[in-house]
């Protein structure tokens, strides 16, 4: 059975430039959140889904964005990306979010320049 | 992470036993989890605190004091390929039970 799969795995953009990056949860998981994991920092948290509705959101500001489609797969988009913005983008899924293993993904290294 | 702290670092001998300490906030606590995460790789789950006690499974353990805001996540027989940061995380009602992450511990097992 696949476990979360991300895409791309590395990206490199230029500042004020627009990025898109997708998560495939584990079947039969309902929830994905998101988050950013600075080099030598935990992981912080920007989003999280359940059945295709925002369940919380973290400290970023408004140039993130997410959302879950309807086979429970998810996109966050970042806008006017900044330096600040480069980092490890994970995604974790589980079954309901709250209080279940959280199974992460490998993430997507984003690097702006 | 809100609130949450965690040793930077730790060494400890190869065999030996390690302890690595967390405190988080217990106003809207919810629950704890351990994480592990080498380097370059996503984390892994390790385990999960709700009640008070200790939960023993295999070489690891963790323990949470809800009442202190303590956890404890304990390592026994050390192996070289306990070498990782080890994630502290707590959720919170007031933040959709999502995971609040401390910095990390990094663990460096020596030979």
């Known amino acids: 059975d696949a476990g979360v799969t991300q895409s791309p795995t590395h990206l490199i953009k230029t500042r004020g430039q627009h990025v898109t990056l997708r998560c495939s949860p584990i079947?039969?998981?309902?929830?994905v959140s998101w988050y950013q994991q600075v080099l030598g920092q935990g992981p912080q948290f920007i989003f999280q889904?359940?059945?295709?509705?925002?369940?919380g959101r973290g400290n970023f500001p408004d140039r993130f964005s997410a959302r879950q489609f309807p086979n429970y797969s998810s996109e966050l988009n970042v806008n006017a990306l900044l330096l600040g913005d480069s980092a490890l983008y994970l995604c974790?899924?589980?079954?309901?979010?709250?209080?279940?293993?959280?199974?992460f993904g490998q993430g997507t290294r984003l690097t702006v320049v | 992470g809100q609130n949450i702290d965690q040793p930077t670092e730790m060494t400890a001998t190869e065999g030996a036993i390690v302890q690595i300490n967390c405190t988080y906030q217990?106003?809207?606590?919810?629950?704890l989890f351990w994480y592990q995460q080498h380097a370059g790789e996503a984390p892994t789950f390790l385990s999960y605190?709700?009640?008070?006690g200790l939960e023993e499974k295999g070489r690891f353990s963790s323990f949470l004091s809800r009442s202190k805001g303590y956890s404890y996540l304990l390592l026994k027989e050390l192996q070289m390929k306990d070498s990782a940061s080890y994630l502290c995380?707590?959720?919170?009602?007031?933040?959709?039970?999502?995971?609040?992450f401390g910095k990390g511990t990094s663990l460096l097992v020596t030979p």
């Open positions: 605190n709700v009640l008070d």
């Open positions: 974790a899924s589980s079954l309901w979010g709250a209080n279940s293993e959280a199974f």
């Open positions: 217990t106003s809207g606590f919810n629950g």
């Open positions: 995380a707590d959720t919170r009602r007031d933040s959709g039970y999502a995971l609040n």
């Open positions: 889904y359940y059945e295709k509705e925002e369940r």
């Open positions: 079947s039969g998981h309902k929830s």
